[in-house]
């Protein structure tokens, strides 16, 4: 007995240990996060709910600099902004940080200062070192994945682009920037040292970019133009990729499938760049992500285009390395007239109460993801043969069940309402189909055999196996799940030491 204590209380140390560490990214294969914004009226902490409603599971939040001097570094804390959002069942953070927050272009002067005293606390002279040692010690249990700016590739003149090829990107370029590239890559070693001094398990990646060229310049130049020493270019103060990608830009088509399809070229080529550079990203994340669901004048949008295209990201984005994509945006803008203005997941809900924001149709299919898919992961070895061209399956498995998410691929088609409908049988005595809004379709077979329609819409299919009501609750969390059973352990533990 006296062996078994002793050896419990080991356990029991090392459970204390784990539970201590900070910022390790402990999220499951995939998760969709929000970009929420802001509308006037709604406090951070009334926004939990709405995500929670729409099965957001993450969030990408701004962390002006200037916003924490005024309010103090624990405001988002002191307002429910993460209390709501992880009662919502959230997790995995991720930060954008910017200096200041009426301007995310702006750079202090004083990131020249020298980072470190010489007794090895943060110079607070640096401003922006400063306030990156307040975050991080702050916000490391809640927030893993920090990127630095927001969009500092952005130009207004695209043609701009391909001279980064061999030259350096300059402040008369970066339109949403006020520097170069020096300039960048010293925030980034700002960024690196102070924020891996505090929480060596956290992440620091570039703000969200779309061209893979200016990452080809982060990782080639250092934080000044007399910087030669490879082991001081901007690859060395990285350990994240993070992009954007609006397939509005990325595809003259207007089907979900295209758009998929541009979705794998830009990450492909970002990931051509990092392959030049032996660059090993520890995480892959898309920070802005959207699909207008109404066109207007220059644009083409629907609810059928925005609900497919969300239903089939999460299955393209694990295949080619993303484990999260943060939708672009919670809330429509009614005065507004261009595509972002109705990208949201819920109609405009500026002037209503807080219980009367209707969330959109098409974003019903995120709930119905995050219902049968959030606790699976990807299994090719499940994965159905013999099916008929055209029709594109992806199966998803956890010890209990399997769940396949089947549609036919509207590539060659105009839109997905135009795609054609395809007839297939699989081999089951019942099948379980549920549709993106969760209603569920028993399907007998005939002769072993089961005969589905399948639409450019994706199904959740289970063969014979009832698969969850349509009432259910979505699965808990992986995390929650581990949470739970450890505190359990921990009881067990003391009552056995205690006996």
């Not at 356990?11 to 990214?25: A, D, H, K, Q």
């Not at 980072?115 to 010690?137: R, T």
């Not at 043969?385 to 498995?397: E, F």
Request: charged share 15%; aromatic share 14%.
């Amino acid at each position: 007995m006296k062996n078994l204590k002793i050896l419990l209380l080991i356990l029991l140390l090392f459970i204390n240990i784990v539970l201590s560490e900070s910022g390790t990214y402990n999220g499951p294969q995939y998760l969709n996060g929000i970009n929420a914004g802001y509308k006037s009226g709604w406090s951070n902490s009334d926004l939990g709910p709405l995500m929670l409603e729409a099965g957001i599971r993450s969030q990408r939040m701004k962390f002006p600099c200037s916003f924490f001097k005024q309010w103090g570094y624990k405001i988002l804390y002191d307002n429910d902004s993460f209390g709501s959002s992880k009662r919502a069942g959230q997790s995995n953070f991720t930060a954008f940080i910017t200096f200041d927050h009426n301007d995310d272009s702006a750079v202090p002067s004083s990131i020249y200062q020298p980072i470190w005293l010489d007794n090895g606390k943060v110079n607070q002279a640096n401003e922006f070192a400063y306030c990156i040692s307040q975050i991080v010690s702050t916000y490391k249990n809640d927030v893993k994945i920090y990127e630095i700016y927001n969009e500092p590739d952005w130009v207004s003149d695209w043609n701009v682009v391909s001279t980064w090829a061999t030259n350096p990107p300059t402040n008369d370029q970066l339109a949403r920037f006020q520097g170069d590239i020096f300039t960048y890559v010293r925030l980034l070693r700002i960024s690196w040292e102070v924020a891996k001094s505090i929480d060596p398990t956290c992440f620091i990646t570039v703000g969200g970019l779309g061209y893979p060229l200016f990452l080809d310049a982060v990782f080639r130049y250092g934080e000044n133009s007399s910087v030669t020493d490879p082991s001081l270019f901007g690859k060395n103060y990285i350990d994240a990729i993070s992009t954007h990608f609006y397939p509005m830009y990325g595809s003259s088509k207007t089907n979900s499938d295209a758009y998929l399809s541009a979705y794998i070229n830009l990450q492909n080529s970002f990931r051509k760049v990092t392959n030049k550079y032996n660059f090993n990203s520890s995480i892959w994340i898309v920070t802005e992500t959207g699909v207008a669901t109404k066109s207007g004048t220059g644009y083409y949008g629907s609810s059928a285009l925005a609900r497919n295209y969300f239903l089939k990201l999460p299955s393209i984005s694990t295949l080619v390395g993303v484990c999260q994509n943060h939708i672009f945006i919670l809330g429509d803008t009614n005065s507004g007239t261009d595509a972002f203005s109705n990208m949201g997941l819920f109609n405009d809900y500026q002037t209503l109460a807080k219980d009367k924001a209707v969330l959109k149709d098409s974003s019903k299919s995120l709930v119905t993801w995050d219902h049968h898919l959030f606790d699976k992961t990807l299994d090719s070895s499940k994965s159905l043969k013999g099916l008929p061209s055209g029709v594109i399956v992806y199966a998803y498995s956890n010890p209990s069940s399997t769940c396949y998410l089947i549609w036919v691929n509207s590539t060659n088609f105009k839109t997905d309402e135009e795609t054609t409908q395809i007839d297939i049988e699989l081999d089951a005595d019942f099948a379980s189909v549920y549709n993106y809004q969760n209603i569920k379709q028993t399907i007998s077979s005939s002769n072993n055999k089961v005969k589905l329609t399948i639409d450019s819409t994706p199904q959740f299919v289970y063969l014979d196996y009832q698969g969850p009501d349509s009432g259910e609750n979505p699965s808990n969390s992986p995390i929650i799940t581990f949470g739970f059973n450890l505190i359990i352990l921990i009881i067990f533990i003391n009552i056995i030491l205690f006996i």
